[in-house]
């Protein structure tokens, strides 16, 4: 038997979990860039950066200094890396060495001898030469990495804080077993057919609406709710047993087992119109009630209307005698949840079922 969980409620419950999901990383995202941000952390902005963005570096600005003035050139690119240009400022020559745009201001000044060194040159050029690092850089580069270290200790717990908020924003329900379920419970009021030949009961805030009846026409009646449809409908069909089961329950009904009884048969013959109406089909064992019309049969289904039909659909199928003929009936929910909220409400208008009152 199909169930809500592998069908009904499949693309709803992917849904929340996709929404909870994105909440999950863009909580841990947004907090994180937050807290990067902090310059308590001692870790500067485009650290941060490389660190969200899983190490892909933000574009950088390229400069290139004088060695002899000192004066700085911005560089669109890396090409000219290792060549000789010479200075606009000063006229000089000079072997052009890349450096990352720094944020803090520096004095144009030359470099002092003892930044520069003759080092094995670059693979891009023969002449080029490479800067070493100051003490006081590779100070302060040390004194940084504790605070780097804090910062992404705080980082990390700032990203779980952010995951776990946005699990709890999942509709996670866990399993404890078998709840009850609130009966939905509604004022009913009687509704007659177009040829007054049959009435139910329905809710007084649903709709009603009726038809049929002449020109070989089947007459109908159509009850609507939230997401809930009865039909109730004329079978011309099995009008060649009306004079057996006429009145509803009979002598010769109560002798013969129920499986064979008429109203059973007819039953069981009307479940492959509602089987061809559905992509898959599956109902339980019918159930003999008495409804105001007499001996009737009444069974619980699930089936597949696919996409284009509506999807799942849950409820009841029933037949009911009215005279020579017998009715059928459909009680339809759009969803499991709906359906167990509204079982014994369908089930009491379907018992309902029988000639217009007074």
């Not at 860039?33 to 310059?39: F, L, N």
């Not at 419970?185 to 009846?213: C, R």
């Not at 009936?329 to 409400?345: G, P, Q, Y």
Request: glycine share 10%; charged share 25%.
């Amino acid at each position: 038997m199909l169930t809500r969980g592998e069908a009904g409620e499949g693309s709803t419950k992917s849904s929340r979990e996709q929404i909870g999901r994105l909440t999950c990383v863009n909580g841990a995202i947004i907090i994180g860039i937050a807290v990067s941000r902090q310059p308590v952390l001692g870790c500067n902005q485009r650290r941060a950066h490389q660190f969200l963005w899983f190490g892909k570096k933000p574009p950088m600005a390229l400069k290139t200094r004088c060695t002899h003035c000192g004066a700085s050139f911005a560089m669109k690119n890396r090409d000219k890396e290792g060549a000789k240009i010479r200075c606009k400022k000063c006229g000089e020559p000079f072997v052009v060495q890349i450096e990352e745009a720094n944020t803090k201001k520096r004095a144009k000044r030359p470099a002092p001898a003892d930044e520069w060194g003759e080092l094995p040159a670059k693979v891009i050029g023969s002449n080029a030469v490479t800067k070493k690092k100051s003490a006081a850089e590779e100070s302060e580069a040390s004194a940084n990495k504790p605070f780097i270290i804090v910062g992404g200790i705080v980082f990390f717990i700032a990203a779980w804080t952010g995951i776990i908020y946005g699990l709890s924003l999942l509709d996670v329900k866990v399993d404890t077993g078998p709840t009850e379920i609130q009966q939905v419970n509604l004022p009913l009021k009687f509704g007659t057919s177009e040829q007054k030949n049959f009435a139910v009961q329905y809710p007084t805030d649903w709709s009603f609406e009726t038809g049929g009846g002449t020109g070989g026409t089947p007459e109908w009646i159509r009850v609507q709710g939230d997401d809930i449809s009865i039909n109730i409908r004329t079978n011309l069909r099995a009008s060649a047993l009306g004079d057996i089961t006429s009145g509803g329950g009979t002598i010769q009904d109560e002798e013969m087992p129920e499986e064979l009884e008429p109203i059973a048969q007819v039953h069981e013959m009307m479940k492959a119109d509602l089987v061809s109406e559905m992509e898959s089909y599956d109902e339980e064992a019918p159930e003999k009630v008495e409804a105001r019309a007499g001996n009737s049969r009444i069974s619980r289904f699930v089936g597949n209307r696919g996409f284009v039909g509506g999807g799942m659909a849950y409820g009841f199928r029933a037949t009911v005698p009215r005279g020579n003929d017998k009715l059928k009936v459909t009680a339809i929910c759009e969803s499991e949840k709906v359906f167990k909220a509204h079982e014994e409400l369908l089930r009491k208008i379907i018992l309902s079922i029988g000639s217009p009152p007074g």
